[in-house]
């Protein structure tokens, strides 16, 4: 078995999963894209890799038991972590009907940009003076 950055690498390939299918370990049914599936898969590959570069890769998983156990604190936290690319949002949030507004945080945003000009107008460089001064 291969490890890496703390994770059996043998727990995520293809083989394994195949072979723990086939034996009857795992209990799910394995479909391929564009092949049994018509439509896209790209959201849950997002998803995928999210769990395994935010969970995964930074655990120490020996055996699948551990593995499924520690997916089901990662897939509880994941889906209560609030994504950028969701407006802000949940995965809970929005399967239990909360509807995304892509204009949400403009105000905010637009609130800070003009703070943060303001305070950088208001700045006083003592470098910058002195160039000033020598141009004046």
Not at 2 to 28: D, H, M, P, Q
Request: net charge positive.
């Amino acid at each position: 078995m291969s490890f890496f950055n703390g994770v059996y690498l043998e727990l995520f390939t293809k083989g394994f999963v195949c072979r723990a299918i086939e034996n009857g370990e795992i209990k799910i049914n394995r479909l391929v894209a564009q092949k049994e599936i018509r439509f896209s898969n790209s959201m849950i590959e997002v998803v995928n890799k999210r769990m395994k570069y935010d969970f995964l890769f930074r655990a120490r998983l020996p055996d699948i038991e551990q593995t499924c156990r520690f997916l089901e604190i990662a897939v509880e936290q994941y889906n209560n972590r609030s994504h950028s690319a969701l407006f802000g949002f949940t995965p809970q949030e929005l399967f239990y009907g909360a509807i995304p507004d892509k204009l949400f945080f403009k105000p905010r945003i637009e609130q800070a940009k003009a703070l943060r000009k303001a305070e950088n107008q208001a700045l006083s460089c003592h470098h910058c003076a002195l160039t000033e001064a020598k141009e004046q």
